[in-house]
């Protein structure tokens, strides 16, 4: 499986916007990049996906770079409830239902 | 209200005492997922159905076995628990992959 690398752990303000750093070097092209966050004392929750295209939804904004390469996932405005586990996985476009979870980034939001 | 529903939610046993952990959903999905979550591993993939009667190991299947025998239901069962599998547990169910929808998570001591 190909591997996501996060920094471990990053820091913002509230109401802030909040930009989430992925590497995915050895990426293919039927790869999905997918975001999910974990709120502490909860299960995963989606975020956002893509394959090629930057991609918008109401939480986020997904950033992909032109090779692929990386992404960033993008919080326009952070609030309290943003403060979680950040996860960043590819997933192969077979594979429909194998998530491969890293480490992920801890995201602390101050006040 | 669309949901994952996991019981128990905390459960202590002991080594080699058979226990069922039920996972259910309401959002007629085809696919499902079990996970486990352990410190400095991060969540991992221990079995995955596609659809009615069809399963399939994750990364790590030993020990545990599971059943789909209804579209709602993938309980998973722990023959003969050992305490390494002391572990949080997410049960993830999703339309067609893309979005999967975790449940609130099992904690599970085996002493």
């Known amino acids: 499986d190909a591997k996501t690398t996060q920094p471990n752990s990053m820091e913002s303000n509230e109401e802030e916007p909040v930009h989430l750093p992925c590497n995915h070097s050895?990426?293919?092209?039927?790869?999905?990049i997918h975001w999910y966050r974990q709120l502490p004392s909860q299960g995963p929750e989606y975020v956002i996906h893509?394959?090629?295209s930057n991609v918008n939804n109401r939480m986020a904004s997904l950033a992909i770079a032109e090779d692929r390469k990386s992404s960033t996932l993008i919080l326009h405005r952070a609030t309290l409830r943003d403060a979680a586990v950040y996860y960043c996985?590819?997933?192969?476009?077979?594979?429909?239902?194998?998530?491969?979870f890293g480490q992920g980034t801890r995201l602390t939001i101050n006040p | 209200e669309a949901q994952v529903t996991q019981n128990p939610r905390y459960l202590i046993t002991v080594t080699g005492k058979k226990l069922t952990v039920t996972c259910s959903q309401n959002?007629?999905?085809?696919?499902m997922s079990w996970y486990r979550q352990d410190p400095g591993l991060g969540l991992r993939q221990i079995y995955y159905?596609?659809?009615?009667?069809?399963?399939d190991k994750g990364d790590v299947p030993e020990g545990y076995k599971v059943s789909r025998k209804e579209k709602r239901n993938f309980p998973l069962i722990l023959e003969s628990p050992s305490p390494n599998q002391t572990s949080l547990y997410f049960c993830?169910?999703?339309?067609?992959?893309?979005?999967?929808?975790f449940g609130p998570g099992t904690r599970l001591t085996v002493t």
């Open positions: 893509g394959l090629t």
């Open positions: 050895t990426i293919s092209g039927t790869d999905y």
């Open positions: 159905s596609m659809n009615v009667e069809v399963t």
């Open positions: 996985i590819l997933r192969l476009f077979q594979g429909a239902q194998k998530l491969v």
């Open positions: 959002m007629n999905h085809e696919y």
């Open positions: 993830a169910s999703s339309f067609d992959g893309y979005e999967q929808y």
